[in-house]
């Protein structure tokens, strides 16, 4: 079992990855607990769900859709009337939409109780699962309504990825693959070596564990040093202003790890037509989304408008101006915040499908 810590004061905890090492959940400890999860989980994992002693378990239909504050009400009022104090506690089974919600309901019930994450997705294990970013989506933007709420521990058990679909595989890649464009270019290199093996987890499970576990330093590291993202973690947002928008305009049918992909795409065209990063990096981060079967291009039935549009609500604009991630080399980055229209506007025509 490795163990990463995410030194954040009082508020420090660790990132457990093992085969296995779900089971750490199972062990009663004296604290009532209550497993928030969705409708596939549920389905698929019910036999070990069984094994946890909890006080009950919250299930909702999976997917984007139910990423809305009434679920959060309704997983407080669930708490509410198993009569849950304030040394009760949340454990988050599933991707990302549980554990932000999960997550976003320990914020808020009664001020604030403890949570635990357990993510049975690649992109969970990489990514959502730590830092403590929680929270839901209204119909102007995703994740407009949320806070702030670190993870008392993370269990990641790789062996979950046995099961997940491919597309699932798919979007969690691209998250790895945004990492390795911002701090690590040796671990871009490692992705390089063989990406159609890495749409197949069970053929090299090691290989799988040293990048999670290497995904999870990195982000480790980051929110430890920003935890509210004034300053260095506002680049782990590389590719979602764009991706945002492109997955609110397509109704939840563009997966969160496709938008990042077409984001990233999206983002260093801006870079490499600023001047920023040369076209020959960018064009190897083409190269690996696509041998990774993600997307690279904008669907043709968004127009620009629209997408401009969608990315003036992103959370992460100051005074009505869109800001950016761009690239500048593997293993740096920069936010860049006033970025013209027209900029965007060309980028986007030149990925536009």
Not at 209 to 223: F, G, H, S
Not at 262 to 270: F, L, S, W, Y
Request: hydrophobic share 45%.
């Amino acid at each position: 079992m490795e163990k990463i810590r995410v030194g954040l004061g009082e508020r420090a905890y660790e990132i457990l990855i093992g085969s296995g090492v779900r089971n750490l959940a199972a062990a009663p400890d004296g604290v009532r607990r209550m497993v928030v999860t969705d409708s596939n989980v549920a389905a698929f994992c019910g036999e070990w769900l069984n094994t946890l002693a909890v006080a009950d378990r919250f299930v909702f239909p999976a997917g984007e859709a139910s990423k809305k504050i009434d679920t959060v009400v309704d997983i407080c009022r669930r708490a509410a009337a198993l009569n849950f104090d304030r040394s009760s506690r949340f454990l988050a089974v599933g991707g990302g939409v549980t554990g932000d919600m999960a997550g976003f309901a320990a914020a808020i019930f009664m001020r604030g109780i403890a949570f635990e994450q357990i993510p049975t997705t690649l992109l969970a294990m990489v990514d959502s699962s730590v830092g403590g970013k929680t929270g839901v989506d209204i119909p102007e933007g995703k994740n407009l309504i949320g806070a702030f709420h670190q993870p008392r521990r993370v269990l990641i058990d790789p062996d979950f990825l046995r099961t997940l679909p491919q597309k699932e595989i798919r979007c969690g890649l691209a998250e790895i693959v945004k990492t390795a464009v911002l701090f690590d270019e040796k671990l871009f290199a490692e992705l390089e070596r063989d990406p159609v093996s890495l749409l197949n987890p069970g053929a090299d499970m090691s290989r799988y564990a040293a990048i999670i576990r290497r995904c999870c330093e990195l982000k480790a590291e980051v929110v430890a040093r920003d935890e509210r993202e004034a300053g260095i973690r506002a680049l782990l947002n590389y590719g979602h202003t764009f991706g945002h928008a492109v997955e609110l305009l397509s109704g939840f049918s563009i997966s969160h790890g496709e938008a990042v992909a077409i984001g990233m795409t999206a983002a260093a065209e801006v870079a490499v037509r600023r001047g920023r990063w040369n076209r020959a990096d960018a064009e190897r981060q083409k190269a690996l989304l696509a041998a990774l079967g993600l997307p690279c291009a904008v669907p043709q039935e968004f127009d620009n408008e629209r997408i401009i549009k969608a990315m003036e609500h992103d959370k992460k604009n100051l005074a009505g101006k869109i800001t950016l991630v761009l690239p500048r080399r593997f293993g740096e980055a920069e936010v860049m915040r006033g970025v013209p229209v027209p900029e965007i506007v060309a980028a986007l025509e030149a990925v536009h499908a």
